[in-house]
């Protein structure tokens, strides 16, 4: 694991640490790092009104747009199973992040590297905004 991905899981595990699953017990963290090389880091956090509930990823990547960032060069997401973003998440990485490589840990480090626009193929964008 190179050495910018093992800052960042070790910067989701962390985050998943602060989680608020009661609901689902299911923890989750994300990192995102910026170009300038500031990671951001966000946790799920649950509703018992689950549609309420908001998924680290979006909150690792709100926490940057706060802050500022805009452009980013990858995300990690660590869960004990090594789970893939959401479908919502999906849309959004896109739209924030455009095509990076995202990055799914599980609770024994193992890696699989995917891509944005694998995860979301023919993505619905700006462009079609217009």
């Not at 910067?11 to 963290?29: I, R």
């Not at 709100?62 to 997401?77: P, Q």
Request: charged content about 20%.
């Amino acid at each position: 694991m190179d050495e910018l991905i093992k800052k960042l899981s070790e910067a989701a595990q962390s985050a998943a640490k602060n989680s608020h699953s009661p609901f689902s017990n299911y923890p989750v963290g994300a990192a995102v790092v910026s170009e300038s090389g500031k990671i951001y880091k966000g946790c799920n956090v649950e509703s018992s009104s689950y549609g309420l509930s908001v998924c680290a990823e979006r909150n690792a990547l709100a926490a940057a747009i706060v802050d500022g960032a805009r452009d980013f060069k990858a995300l990690v997401i660590y869960s004990k199973n090594g789970a893939t973003p959401c479908g919502a998440c999906r849309q959004v990485i896109w739209d924030i992040c455009g095509p990076i490589p995202v990055y799914s840990i599980d609770k024994n480090d193992n890696v699989t590297k995917y891509n944005s626009q694998k995860l979301l193929p023919e993505p619905f964008g700006a462009n079609k905004l217009e």
